[in-house]
C-alpha cells in the first residue's frame, strides 16, 4: 500500500519551516530578485508560508501577495501566521492537485510567480508552468527554485528531485525561456523566466482585492 507523496508528510510539513531548509534555502535568496514595480505576486505552492514575510518585505507596501496551496491543513499554518503576524495584503486560496492547474478566474494578472519546489512535484512540470503562466501579466516573470538531483543535508530523496538539466527541458517545451539564472548553492537552483512569445494584449490595469 503507497503512502503519502513525501510534501504531504507531516514530518515534510515541519521540515518547511525548519533551520535545515533554511540553510538551503535562505530568503537572502530573494535579494536577486527585483521587486520594485510588483503590484500583484503569486506564491504557487506556497506551502505553509515559509517565504511569505520574506517576499511581503521586499515587495512594495501596497502590493499584494497571493499564496495557491492544494494542502487545506497549509493554508490553516499560513493564515495562523498571517494573523499572528499582521501581515496584510496576503490572500491564500486553495487550488486542485492536478497536473494542470487551473487558477481562479477572480485573482488579477501577475507581475510574478514564485514556483519554490513545487514544479517537481509535477509528472510533467511543462504543465504546471502553463497553467500558472495564463494568469501571468504581458511583460511578468516566473521564478524558479528547486532541487538539483544530488544528495544533499536536508529535503526529499533524489528521486524526487528533477535535475536543472531536465528542468531546463520542460521550461522550454512549455514555450518559455531562461531570462537569469540565480545564485544558489550545489543543492539548489534558480532561475527567471519568461514566455518566448507574448500576447501583444494589454492586461487589464487594477491592483490586488481591496
Same mark, same amino acid.
Given at each position: 500500500m503507497r503512502g503519502l507523496p513525501?510534501?504531504?508528510?507531516?514530518?515534510? @510539513?515541519?521540515? *518547511?519551516?525548519?533551520?535545515?531548509?533554511?540553510?538551503?534555502?535562505? @530568503?537572502?535568496?530573494?535579494? =536577486?530578485?527585483?521587486?520594485?514595480?510588483?503590484?500583484?505576486?503569486?506564491?504557487?505552492?506556497?506551502?505553509?508560508?515559509?517565504? *511569505?514575510?520574506?517576499?511581503?518585505?521586499?515587495?512594495p507596501a501596497e502590493a499584494f501577495l497571493w499564496g495557491a496551496e492544494c494542502q487545506e491543513s497549509l493554508i490553516d499554518q499560513a493564515l495562523q501566521r498571517k494573523v499572528r503576524e499582521g501581515i496584510s495584503n496576503f490572500i491564500p486560496f486553495y487550488i486542485e492537485r492536478t497536473e494542470h492547474p487551473l487558477m481562479p478566474d477572480w485573482i488579477p /494578472?501577475?507581475? &510574478?510567480?514564485?514556483?519554490?519546489?513545487?514544479?517537481?512535484?509535477?509528472?510533467? /512540470?511543462? &504543465?504546471? !508552468?502553463?497553467?500558472?503562466?495564463?494568469?501571468?501579466?504581458?511583460?511578468?516573470?516566473?521564478?524558479? &527554485?528547486?532541487?538539483?538531483?544530488?544528495?544533499?543535508?536536508?529535503? /526529499?530523496? !533524489?528521486? =524526487?528531485?528533477?535535475? !536543472?538539466?531536465?528542468?531546463?527541458?520542460?521550461?522550454?517545451?512549455a514555450g518559455f525561456q531562461i531570462v537569469r539564472m540565480l545564485k544558489t548553492n550545489p543543492y539548489v537552483y534558480g532561475m527567471e523566466i519568461k514566455p518566448k512569445f507574448e500576447e501583444r494584449k494589454e492586461a487589464p490595469s487594477y491592483r490586488g482585492m481591496e
Open positions: 513525501y510534501y504531504e508528510e507531516p514530518e515534510y @510539513h515541519r521540515y *518547511l519551516l525548519s533551520r535545515d531548509r533554511k540553510e538551503l534555502f535562505p @530568503h537572502t535568496i530573494l535579494d =536577486q530578485i527585483d521587486w520594485k514595480g510588483v503590484e500583484n505576486a503569486l506564491d504557487f505552492g506556497m506551502g505553509n508560508g515559509y517565504f *511569505l514575510p520574506a517576499i511581503m518585505n521586499r515587495m /494578472p501577475m507581475d &510574478l510567480i514564485f514556483c519554490c519546489c513545487v514544479l517537481s512535484t509535477f509528472a510533467d /512540470p511543462s &504543465l504546471g !508552468i502553463q497553467g500558472v503562466a495564463r494568469i501571468l501579466r504581458p511583460g511578468g516573470l516566473v521564478v524558479i &527554485l528547486d532541487w538539483e538531483r544530488v544528495e544533499a543535508p536536508s529535503g /526529499p530523496e !533524489i528521486t =524526487q528531485k528533477i535535475s !536543472i538539466d531536465r528542468m531546463k527541458y520542460f521550461i522550454e517545451d
